[in-house]
């Protein structure tokens, strides 16, 4: 069964830094694309982030130079640093798993953490 959990969301103010991570399980994960999504409240979701097997790296043009995706194939682990966070970033984020980086969304999902950030 594949499973994804995430952490590391919570209250922070514009301008600090939060680390998001994705715990992977019940799949290879050295051979699947980890993507980070968000929804804010009334929004659609957005996909912000993804790494896929190839090392290959992929950021919305919002978080660029602000958003950092990495993994650790040993801790079936995938990170999200967020710097010069802003308002706006205030969602839900969501990891979320396939074969490949899709923008329009991925098959497996975690449950979301939230992180809200203060002005």
């Known amino acids: 069964e594949v499973q994804l959990v995430e952490s590391g969301g919570g209250l922070v103010q514009a301008g600090g830094s939060l680390r998001l991570s994705c715990a992977a399980s019940?799949?290879?994960?050295?051979?699947?694309?980890i993507g980070w999504f968000r929804q804010a409240p009334g929004k659609e979701r957005e996909g912000v982030s993804c790494?896929?097997?190839?090392?290959?790296?992929y950021y919305v043009d919002s978080v660029k130079g602000r958003f950092t995706i990495s993994r650790d194939n040993a801790k079936n682990t995938v990170y999200l640093q967020m710097n010069s966070l802003k308002p706006e970033d205030t969602a839900v984020y969501y990891c979320?798993?396939?074969?490949?980086?899709?923008?329009?969304?991925?098959?497996?999902w975690g449950k979301g953490t939230l992180v809200t950030v203060s002005s």
């Open positions: 790494s896929s097997s190839d090392g290959s790296t």
């Open positions: 979320a798993a396939d074969l490949t980086c899709r923008i329009d969304g991925m098959d497996y």
């Open positions: 019940g799949f290879f994960f050295e051979d699947w694309a």
